[in-house]
């Protein structure tokens, strides 16, 4: 059995009325890159939010390593999460100030590093997705596939255990997706850690995944890796990776 650097274990949450997740399970795999597939609103973006210890589930646990974040004092948690990082979905650079200084944000928050030793770790980041030269770019003149990169830098430049990235590759052209995807992979052996990505790019995921995870009507309902969702039985796995309008998934 892998070592399991996180689990979900029967979580349920709901907004209000509406259930999100329900009766979830899910196991990420230490040192592995997992990859989160389903439908748009499926609640993908909510078990990143859950494994950062950004929301809690109404029933259920959620688990890094032994730990069980869901019953764990704010002061705990903050110290859980110094090991954990989250690539926002549009990079969420702030605009004034230049690209080095963002992904600096961390380490002048977490860390006692003077800035000599700061400018250092942030250019190590920097030229680790290939964005050596922008240390001093403002974010308004980097393209959006450097500006995904700049935040993947800002989220490795800690150096955690576990990296959440929230649609790394939305709205990039395919030759950008490669990139990208290539990036994740390299960053994962670099920091010698595990990942978690949310993604509807399937080409991508099949590039980078170790394991892949379904989640339809708020549970996983198929878990492996790429070549065994890619051979699944699961007429619902299947049809959404067809991208078929024909099947048990309602259109």
Do not use: W
Request: proline fraction near 4%; aromatic fraction near 6%.
């Amino acid at each position: 059995m892998a070592d399991v650097y996180a689990r979900l274990d029967d979580v349920t949450l709901m907004y209000g009325d509406r259930v999100i997740l329900k009766n979830c399970s899910l196991d990420v795999v230490k040192g592995a890159i997992t990859c989160i597939i389903g439908l748009s609103g499926a609640g993908k973006s909510t078990i990143v939010r859950l494994l950062d210890g950004l929301r809690k589930p109404d029933f259920g646990h959620v688990y890094i390593g032994t730990a069980d974040i869901c019953h764990m004092p704010e002061a705990h948690l903050n110290d859980v999460r110094r090991h954990i990082s989250l690539s926002f979905q549009f990079a969420a650079l702030l605009d004034s100030l230049t690209v080095g200084d963002n992904v600096a944000l961390p380490l002048r928050e977490r860390t006692q590093m003077t800035d000599a030793e700061i400018r250092k770790t942030v250019e190590d980041a920097l030229d680790s997705v290939g964005l050596a030269h922008t240390y001093d770019s403002m974010p308004s003149e980097l393209s959006g596939g450097m500006l995904k990169r700049a935040g993947f830098a800002r989220a490795i430049v800690t150096k955690p255990d576990l990296v959440l990235y929230d649609e790394p590759t939305t709205g990039l052209d395919p030759i950008v997706t490669h990139l990208i995807t290539d990036t994740i992979v390299r960053l994962r052996q670099k920091l010698d850690g595990t990942a978690v990505v949310i993604s509807h790019d399937l080409q991508s995921i099949y590039m980078m995944a170790d394991y892949v995870a379904m989640l339809f009507e708020g549970a996983i309902i198929a878990y492996g890796t790429v070549d065994e969702i890619r051979k699944s039985s699961n007429p619902i796995v299947q049809q959404f990776i067809q991208g078929s309008e024909v099947g048990p998934i309602p259109i």
